[in-house]
Structure formats: C-alpha cells, structure tokens
C-alpha cells in the first residue's frame, strides 16, 4: 500500500492560497482529504480546521475545477 506525505508547508500554503481565491479545487479537496488522512502536526490540523471553517461560513467555495490554472 502506498503512503500519503504531504509536503512539509503544504497546509500553510493551501489555506493562504483559499484565502485568497475564495475557492477550493478539486485538487486542494484530494490535499485536505491526504492531510486528514495522514499523522501531522497540530499546524497542519489547524489550518485544515480553518478551511473547514471558511467553508461552513461561505467564505470559500467549493469549485469543480481539477486546479486553479485550469
């Protein structure tokens, strides 16, 4: 079975880049699911929880492009 690593810093960069889009890809959907899914640090959780969070409140779309460049 293969093992998810994220990158370290990717977390931070996620939540900076919705923050500025107010959307989220398809692609940050699949690094927010990696990130759950693999033992981080608390930073890496919080910044998961705060783009939850944006989402609950409407401030961040869900978008159904593959990446922001597509």
């Known amino acids: 079975m ?6 370290p810093g990717a977390m931070g ?3 900076a880049q919705a923050c500025l889009s107010h ?6 959907r699949y690094g927010l699911l990696a990130a759950i899914l693999t033992p981080g640090s ?3 959780l919080r910044c998961v929880d705060r783009i939850l ?3 609950r409140r409407g401030r961040v779309q869900l978008s159904p492009e593959l990446s922001v460049l597509s």
Do not use: G, K, S, V
């Not at 293969?2 to 990158?7: A, E, F, G, S």
């Not at 959307?23 to 940050?28: E, M, P």
């Open 2 to 7: 293969d093992t998810l690593i994220l990158l």
């Open 23 to 28: 959307q989220l890809t398809l692609a940050d």
């Open 42 to 44: 608390d930073e890496e």
């Open 13 to 15: 960069d996620l939540f």
């Open 53 to 55: 969070y944006l989402i």
